[in-house]
């Protein structure tokens, strides 16, 4: 079954948006617009990626209320994400990042689920660990490239002359926190869901927290993140995905971060 057609899940079916207990401490954020956040856009920068559990949530935004603002759009603080990744028929991208390959690209498109705006993203990391991102406005539905679409993917990666093919899908909630003096986001995810052709696996309790900078020192963030037991952790929403669901993909690498997740959350998978 074609990615794109196969049934995606409700992204409010499996939200925190209607836990009040977990989320009360971002009504006290100060928020911040899209507009407000072109300070921080860092589309070159340094990630660090954190791993949890939900249940870290509510102590963790209420230990971080004063010291960050929040996204907030039209009254919402936490968005729903709809990611669509591509790679060769071999899984190029895929088994570069399994081998450790430093310099290496994803290529996806992403909606934002609650504005409908999406986006066709090449996202590049560097062998000097700074990751770039670019972008440009597309149809998340499309099947297939535009004539601007390929250009693009020619012009910032390097897989233009490459056939690229749907391959997973991910779901999963955001908050974004940003720190205006230190030029730092943060991102919090939550309700991690993952579907390839005609299977799906659903990470309910996982989170996974991104602190975004111009470099990689440490933050009052990373010692916040700390305190509540939520670890720096190497983690790829799309090799996780794929080690969960694909067959005939290389894992062993991954093996390790598989066996952790589960330990934070079960994972179900439904064929």
Do not use: W
């Amino acid at each position: 079954m074609n990615p794109l057609t196969f049934p995606f899940h409700n992204p409010r079916s499996n939200s925190l948006q209607h836990d009040s207990n977990i989320l009360l401490p971002l009504t006290a954020f100060r928020p911040i617009s899209l507009a407000g956040m072109e300070e921080v856009a860092l589309m070159s920068r340094v990630d660090t990626k954190y791993v949890g559990t939900i249940s870290a949530l509510h102590g963790l935004l209420s230990d971080l209320v004063g010291k960050h603002h929040v996204l907030e759009l039209e009254g919402r603080r936490q968005f729903s994400y709809q990611n669509v990744y591509y790679d060769t028929a071999d899984r190029t991208m895929y088994h570069d990042h399994h081998r450790g390959k430093a310099r290496r690209q994803k290529i996806r498109k992403r909606l934002y689920a609650d504005s409908g705006l999406s986006f066709l993203e090449v996202k590049s990391k560097t062998n000097t660990g700074k990751t770039l991102k670019r972008r440009m406005p597309s149809g998340f539905e499309d099947a297939t490239f535009t004539a601007e679409e390929r250009a693009f993917i020619k012009q910032e990666s390097d897989f233009g002359n490459r056939d690229l093919v749907q391959t997973l899908r991910v779901s999963f909630d955001r908050i974004t926190l940003v720190d205006l003096e230190r030029a730092e986001r943060v991102t919090i995810d939550t309700a991690l869901r993952f579907s390839l052709e005609d299977q799906r696996s659903v990470a309910s309790e996982l989170l996974v927290v991104e602190v975004k900078s111009v470099n990689a020192r440490h933050s009052d963030m990373h010692r916040t993140l700390l305190s509540h037991n939520i670890r720096r952790r190497q983690f790829s929403k799309y090799c996780t995905g794929m080690a969960l669901l694909a067959s005939g993909v290389k894992q062993n690498l991954f093996l390790p971060r598989l066996r952790h997740i589960r330990t934070l959350s079960p994972v179900e998978t439904i064929t």
